[in-house]
């Protein structure tokens, strides 16, 4: 079996990915992000007259369905593409994340495991970044102690933080500062769109504590909606907007290295690198060189 692949990986500059979306993996995939939707907008999404506007039970359903439905993600996508180079890698960006989420805590938004989380699906495409930022936070969630009914949406949320980035443009061509900006900005959106989604998950527990910003069952989209926007400005926005500059801050002073690093470190390990054997000639070694 010739040894050289990775180094030749290297030397083409190719760029390779972790993980490989098959069809499958696109439609597991689709599947939870459409559960998903659905598990936090049902306050919003819900007709008034359905049994579910009205049900207090709804969040706990989902709660229960969503770590099935993310452990199928998972399944899929390591079946059709992770072996032992990526499972390595995934475990040890995993654990950084998930060591960086104590150092702020939630604390005024600091929490710096998000740009490493948008480098990393970047890097590493938006099936890995998918799987990253659900096992990073289910990680982050033990360490903290952070465990209840919020976290399943927790992992579905950084999911889609790190598999957005994954699916940024240019990820072959777009180098420099260029990248780093366009990585920033992206951060900052989606640190905020984390904060706005995650509300979602604790409103309907409210409802009658606060009649301004409290979810009402049964009341018209455009009610609630108010009411939501209301809630996110009153109980969040503090800790989203940090959050957003945390994010942008680490992403333009360190992700030109630390995306360097990921890249050097995806090429060496050539995930998708086809194993390849030499026939070996009547003397023994393999044809067109020494003996392997």
């Known amino acids: 079996m010739t040894s050289d692949a990775p180094e030749r990986a290297v030397r083409a500059g190719r760029k390779v990915r972790a993980v490989r979306l098959g069809p ?5 995939l689709t599947l939870v992000s459409a559960i998903g939707v659905m598990a936090f907008g049902w306050p919003l999404l819900a007709d008034s007259a359905s049994g579910l506007a009205h ?14 439905l993310l452990a199928v993600v998972v399944a899929t996508i390591a079946d059709s593409g992770l072996d032992a180079k990526a499972i390595a890698m995934l475990g040890v960006l995993a654990a950084a ?3 960086m989420r104590p150092l702020g805590a939630g604390t005024a938004g600091i929490e710096p495991m998000f740009f490493l989380m948008v480098l990393a699906g970047r890097v590493l495409g938006p099936g890995f970044g ?3 930022g659900s096992v990073a936070m289910f990680a982050s969630a033990l360490l903290t102690g952070g465990v209840g009914p919020w976290m399943p949406f927790q992992m579905l949320s950084m999911g889609w933080v790190s598999m957005g980035a994954g699916l940024l443009p240019g990820p072959d061509r777009l180098r420099g500062r260029r990248e780093l900006v366009l990585l920033a900005g992206y951060g900052a959106v989606s640190a905020v769109l984390y904060g706005l989604v995650m509300n979602l998950q604790g409103w309907p527990y409210i409802g009658g504590m606060a ?7 049964g009341d018209p989209l455009p ?3 108010a009411r939501y926007l209301a809630y996110c400005l009153a109980t969040s926005l503090g800790w989203d907007l940090p959050r957003a500059v945390v994010t942008v801050l680490l992403t333009l002073t360190l992700g030109g290295t630390l995306l360097k690093a990921l890249r ?12 390849s054997f030499d ?7 393999p044809r067109g060189g020494a003996p392997g």
């Open 55 to 68: 049900s207090r039970d709804a969040p706990w359903l989902f709660a229960a369905l969503l770590p099935m």
């Open 97 to 99: 994340g998930a060591a």
């Open 223 to 225: 009610d609630n909606l």
């Open 24 to 28: 499958r993996s696109v439609a597991a």
């Open 264 to 275: 050097r470190a995806t090429r060496r390990a050539a995930f998708d690198t086809p194993v």
């Open 279 to 285: 026939v070996p000639d009547a003397g023994g070694a």
């Open 130 to 132: 998918f799987v990253l």
């Open 211 to 217: 009649s301004g910003v409290s979810f009402v069952p």
